[in-house]
């Protein structure tokens, strides 16, 4: 059974950062893609940033491309969101998602895997 667990959300101020972190358990091997999810108040999920399994494509959605870094570990079976530079419009529940597959995915109906969310708050 995969599980992923989120951690490292919070509250803080406009331009500050937060780093993210989904600890994954349970996979069978390392041929998994993951992905961090954000959903705001009112407003459908979306992609912020996906990773493949050997970390040779990343995405990320244009309006975190350059303060965003999505990393992942895989002998530790972590992937972590590096925020920085953040914006209340980055307000929101993350999610960390993943599937096997070995390339990056950027359609949520794809991911089989999901963790329970971690607020982040960013105050103006």
């Known amino acids: 059974q995969v599980h992923l667990v989120e951690s490292g959300g919070g509250l803080v101020q406009a331009g500050g950062s937060l780093r993210l972190a989904c600890a994954a358990s349970g996979f069978t091997s390392d041929y998994y893609a993951m992905g961090w999810f954000r959903q705001a108040p009112g407003k459908e999920r979306e992609i912020v940033a996906a990773?493949?399994?050997?970390?040779?494509?990343?995405y990320y959605e244009n309006s975190v491309k350059g303060r965003f870094t999505i990393s992942r570990d895989n002998a530790k079976n972590t992937v972590a969101l590096q925020m920085n530079s953040l914006k209340p419009e980055d307000t929101a529940i993350y999610y960390c998602?993943?599937?096997?597959?070995?390339?990056?995915?950027?359609?949520?109906?794809?991911?089989?895997?999901w963790g329970q969310g971690t607020q982040v708050t960013v105050s103006s």
């Open positions: 998602a993943a599937v096997y597959t070995v390339s990056q995915v950027l359609n949520d109906l794809r991911y089989d895997y």
């Open positions: 990773i493949s399994w050997n970390r040779g494509s990343r």
